[in-house]
């Protein structure tokens, strides 16, 4: 018969003896889901704030459109 007495090897399995190499990933993962949430948190910030600088420039652009009208007034009088 052919084929009989062939054998083949393959390699051999290895596992690994120290535990930390099983946690790396779980570590990895970690670190990566709480720097997704402060960049998350950070760009919610920075929303709040810019939203806050626009309304107060309308105010103030608001403000100086009703100076500029009371100084026009003020002219056509005098």
Do not use: H
Request: charged share 15%; glycine share 10%; aromatic share 8%.
């Amino acid at each position: 018969m052919v084929g009989k007495n062939l054998r083949f090897s393959i390699g051999e399995l290895v596992y690994p003896n120290d535990q930390t190499s099983v946690f790396w990933p779980i570590i990895v993962g970690v670190i990566g889901g709480v720097l997704v949430v402060i960049i998350i948190v950070l760009l919610l910030i920075f929303c709040i704030i810019s939203n806050k600088n626009e309304r107060q420039y309308g105010k103030l652009q608001a403000q100086m459109e009703a100076l500029e009208s009371g100084v026009r007034n003020e002219c056509k009088q005098g």
